[in-house]
């Protein structure tokens, strides 16, 4: 899934950037509230992390300016203060969740999984009866009948996403907008081999192609053929 990061303090920025990456997330980094207000109004994104005290434009005001356009992209809040009255303003602001700095990783983390589950129609854990497939948020694995898939960095992207809007046609496209971060060359036609590669380790049945459309993943496929 693609990330935004908008987070001023340069070595934290850094930290958090090569950790997400490390989770499976495609990750911009924006350093100032006017790049991250910008970099939010592409609507690419499928998460955001968003600190307040941003330089430029602080992070409610960015927030507040999201909403109105009717952005309804899941926001986790970041502030080196605890104050109560700090998370009423968030929220009415139409954040998602807080965190207070300093914070562990892990339950960063963990509250990341938890927004992306609530945003998306069927969970990240994904586990189908006829099928048996779930993805593996730890490892970057899915398991197929109970049997660990090694995956690649941006396979494990790419399925994520595909289980996140199972039964929604996808285009190459807009896989390429949710699977690379702004410096990438997007090639929407580089998704294609990737698909592939997918159907050689999970089995073809998962991945359905539509022509002239794109793709659309099934959460319970017919597997007796």
Do not use: C
Not at 55 to 72: F, M, N, Q, T
């Amino acid at each position: 899934m693609r990330l935004l990061l908008a987070e001023d303090d340069e070595s934290l920025g850094a930290d958090l950037q090569a950790r997400l990456r490390e989770q499976g997330y495609a990750v911009d980094w924006a350093r100032d509230g006017v790049e991250a207000a910008w970099l939010g109004s592409e609507n690419v994104h499928d998460l955001v992390v968003l600190d307040i005290g941003l330089p430029g434009k602080d992070g409610l005001a960015v927030l507040l300016e999201w909403r109105e356009r009717g952005l309804d992209l899941p926001v986790l809040l970041l502030t080196a203060r605890d104050a109560w009255f700090e998370k009423v303003e968030g929220f009415e602001a139409g954040a998602d969740d807080y965190l207070a700095k300093p914070f562990h990783f892990e339950e960063l983390s963990a509250r990341l999984r938890a927004l992306s589950r609530r945003a998306s129609e069927h969970p990240a854990d994904l586990m189908n009866s006829s099928g048996g497939l779930a993805l593996d948020e730890s490892r970057q694995q899915a398991v197929v009948d109970g049997k660990p898939v090694e995956l690649t960095g941006t396979e494990f992207r790419l399925l994520r996403y595909f289980v996140h809007h199972a039964g929604h046609v996808l285009s190459k496209g807009r896989l390429a907008e949710h699977l690379y971060e702004f410096d990438d060359d997007r090639d929407p036609n580089v998704i294609e081999a990737y698909v592939t590669r997918l159907r050689r380790k999970l089995g073809r049945e998962w991945i359905e192609t539509r022509r002239g459309q794109g793709y659309v993943f099934h959460r319970a496929p017919d597997r007796r053929s």
